[in-house]
């Protein structure tokens, strides 16, 4: 199963959780019905039986049913809106604190720099960090609604007892979910179950106000009493009812799926003795969390952070089930993790980096392969050309991407690369920034766009992909000013080039807070040919190739999508018309997305050699599309087309 069928998986996981969320429902109107049906019919006398036609017909039970539906909504209501934030919404609901991108702590350092090859590895933004500070057993979850919002969490003994092979493990465990929509769903299932969970907290309250609310008992109140009593039980027990069919929806979605993010980090890593050496660490030290969201939460960790006296509802499956389907002789690792002495964390975090620096392969062939085949299923050979990658930064870059206050900043990095631009004027740039800056600013500007232009072209996106955690964390002040004059800069020469609008899109969509995921609603190419032929245009545009080659090639591609013969757009690059069709291409279901992929992959590698032009396009596409490349061709174009 390829990332485009895992997507279609989880479109139908989603309907699926609807018609289980029904059904829960439905039981629960049921039995709150039964209960007031029996309440009545206790009540009349035997000369006048009271029926279930009767109750039917009765006041109250459209009141119970009703009641019941507005309350189940409500509850459901107010937590969407509190997770309407996505990622960072779940991040504070337990209480994580942020790992800034600048941390001078080893230990932090670490998870940062393994989140950042793995994300560069797949093609993926890199998520804002988090830390669970009170939790020292190991356990982990991904959380968002879409890239700009996703977050990764880790607990602090994730952190400290974990090594580093181990926790690239754990990361890849969780990059599955991201690749597989699975937090979407994840952070949906929340807000769902809320509803149902609400009612046993009704139950309680009202319990609480019978015991404490000075209610007193007499002839005219005391049936009142003994009613409201008898429905704030009832309340409490059908919360358990909604517990335990809150937990069944979450053991039937969520079981498998971690079989299959098991099986998928040990493919990406070509490694199962990280993700199995995690999980046998917390089969010695536990993945129990405090938190008083750890039953909503549940479901999203890697592994099971509530104690269940019933394993058939537990979210996950049992880590020896788990651990034997990735290593069978995992046992004889435990053996050895076990007689193996723990050095210092920070001591081991900073020899893993040492040795990760002197182990870089040089010179690897990385070669083209098959895009198609990459997207959402990175592997080592990806995880090795973002660490040459990374380590090809220069320090000066390095430390303005993860920094906002220094004297180079992630906002100074992302103006510096559009200045290396080759359809930029520099210099009108240069006096925007310093009219809107100041001219200490726009120095800094200039000082980092030559360092990107000193034979770091190749590296732009890798620059960009590490600036976003930074500039995630802009004041929605600070972020709008500086959007803003993006803007005015890419528009100083009243034209729009590709990089210019791939640097923007990307911002846009990792920086922007409007949530509006797509709705994967178009089923068929029919209506949307125009769009196929601006995207594809500007594709086979970018190829560089005579106009004989373009026009044959454009025609060869654009054939499986259209009823009737399309032309080659001109090649001038028009922006708006792109992005527009993008958003109507993203709306395609992920089976539809899937060939037009394969079909701009073909343009940029049919003449045997990409350049950056290309590869910049073509990750703007995809990224517009939720299907993240991984970085292969970003190192083949280096090797194969450097002076481009």
Excluded at 296 to 320: G, Q, R, V, Y
């Amino acid at each position: 199963m390829d990332f485009f069928e895992h997507q279609e998986v989880a479109r139908k996981k989603t309907r699926l959780l609807v018609f289980y969320f029904l059904m829960a429902v439905i039981l629960i109107v049921a039995a709150l019905n039964f209960i007031g049906f029996m309440l009545i019919k206790s009540q009349t006398s035997p000369d006048n039986p009271f029926s279930i036609s009767d109750w039917f017909q009765h006041s109250w039970f459209y009141a119970v049913t009703l009641g019941t539906l507005l309350l189940i909504l409500l509850g459901s209501l107010f937590r969407w809106l509190q997770l309407s934030a996505g990622g960072k919404a779940v991040a504070s609901m337990v209480k994580a604190r942020e790992i800034l991108p600048d941390t001078n702590d080893l230990l932090e350092r670490r998870l940062l720099n393994v989140v950042e090859e793995m994300s560069i590895a797949s093609g993926t933004s890199v998520p804002t960090v988090y830390v669970m500070d009170e939790e020292e057993t190991i356990n982990a979850f991904v959380a968002g609604l879409e890239a700009s919002d996703t977050v990764l969490v880790v607990t602090k003994g994730a952190l400290e007892n974990l090594t580093r092979q181990e926790l690239q493990g754990v990361v890849a465990h969780e990059y599955s979910h991201i690749f597989n929509s699975d937090m979407r769903i994840n952070v949906r299932l929340i807000a769902i179950l809320a509803g149902i969970l609400l009612l046993g907290q009704a139950g309680y309250f009202v319990m609480r106000y019978i015991r404490y609310g000075n209610i007193r008992s007499s002839k005219e109140s005391g049936g009142a009493v003994v009613a409201v009593f008898v429905i704030g039980i009832s309340l409490f027990i059908i919360g358990y009812i909604g517990l335990f069919f809150g937990r069944l929806i979450k053991a039937a979605i969520s079981r498998q799926r971690e079989y299959l993010a098991d099986a998928s980090a040990v493919q990406y890593a070509r490694d199962n003795e990280g993700l199995a050496g995690a999980f046998i660490k917390i089969k010695q030290q536990g993945s129990l969390l405090k938190n008083s969201h750890a039953e909503e939460t549940s479901h999203m960790c890697i592994s099971e952070p509530i104690k269940l006296n019933l394993n058939s509802l537990a979210s996950h499956p049992p880590i020896e089930k788990r651990l034997t389907a990735i290593m069978p002789g995992w046992r004889n690792l435990a053996q050895q993790i076990e007689e193996q002495q723990l050095r210092k964390m920070a001591e081991q975090q900073e020899q893993a980096d040492i040795e990760l620096e002197e182990e870089q392969p040089q010179g690897t062939d990385f070669g083209f392969g098959a895009i198609i085949d990459t997207i959402g299923q990175p592997t080592t050979l990806h995880q090795h050309a973002a660490g040459a990658l990374l380590l090809g930064l220069p320090e000066i870059i390095r430390q303005a991407a993860h920094s906002q206050h220094a004297s180079y900043k992630a906002t100074h990095l992302v103006l510096a690369l559009l200045l290396s631009d080759d359809h930029q004027v520099s210099e009108s740039v240069l006096n925007l920034i310093a009219e809107k800056t100041s001219q200490q600013e726009a120095d800094q500007v200039l000082e980092l766009a030559q360092h990107i232009n000193n034979d770091q072209r190749h590296l732009r996106l890798t620059i960009l992909d590490i600036s976003i955690p930074s500039l995630r964390r802009l004041g929605a002040k600070e972020r709008k000013e500086f959007l803003s004059l993006l803007r005015e800069a890419i528009h100083l020469d009243s034209h729009i080039s590709e990089f210019e609008y791939v640097l923007y899109a990307i911002l846009q969509k990792n920086l922007s807070d409007t949530k509006q995921p797509p709705s994967n609603s178009i089923k068929s190419f029919n209506g949307v040919a125009n769009d196929i032929q601006v995207i594809l245009s500007a594709t086979v545009h970018s190829t560089g190739q005579s106009d004989e080659e373009k026009t044959k090639l454009y025609s060869k591609l654009v054939q499986p999508f259209v009823k009737e013969p399309q032309e080659l757009l001109e090649k001038t690059f028009d922006a708006e018309s792109f992005h527009q069709s993008l958003k109507r291409l993203n709306q395609l279901t992920p089976m539809l997305k899937k060939p037009l992929i394969q079909a701009l992959e073909d343009a940029v590698t049919h003449d045997g050699k990409v350049n950056p032009r290309e590869i910049e396009l073509l990750r703007a596409i995809a990224e517009c599309l939720n299907c993240p490349i991984p970085p292969v061709l970003e190192q083949a174009q280096e090797k194969l087309v450097k002076d481009s």
